[in-house]
Nanobody, 121 residues
Framework: QEQLVESGGGLVQAGGSLRLSCAASGNILGIRSLAWYRQAPGKQRDLVAAIPSGGTTTYADSVKGRFTISRDNAKNTVYLQMNSLKVEDTAVYYC???????????????WGQGTQVTVSS
């Protein structure tokens, strides 16, 4: 029923840019507690950027100044704009959010399916 669907990943050269999208579908009133994570081969899944509910936007030190997390409330979508990409940014990127449903209130901890970002030198 309710889900997060990611798009925008792909291949890019170092120094290039990509914009990832994560759209909630279903009978949704809104999304909250938004975050992007990434996981490289052999490494754990780490937080990249977040817009906590009622909190300030945060970024991992490794992406600060290069990545921007944003949202479009009308589309129930969260974005990750990635500029000046580096080879070490190569990973599977996952969005995460709580969904506010019309009929059942808040449903917590939804994950997107993941989208591959590969940065070549």
């Amino acid at each position: 029923q309710e889900q997060l669907v990611e798009s925008g990943g792909g291949l890019v050269q170092a120094g290039g840019s990509l914009r990832l999208s994560c759209a909630a579908s279903g009978n949704i009133l809104g999304i909250r507690s938004l975050a992007w994570y990434r996981q490289a081969p052999g490494k754990q899944r780490d937080l990249v950027a977040a817009i906590p509910s009622g909190g300030t936007t945060t970024y991992a030190d490794s992406v600060k100044g290069r990545f921007t997390i944003s949202r479009d409330n009308a589309k129930n979508t969260v974005y990750l704009q990635m500029n000046s990409l580096k080879v070490e940014d190569t990973a599977v990127y996952y969005c995460h959010a709580d969904l506010v449903t019309r009929d059942y209130g808040v449903r917590y901890g939804y994950w997107g399916q993941g989208t591959q970002v590969t940065v070549s030198s």
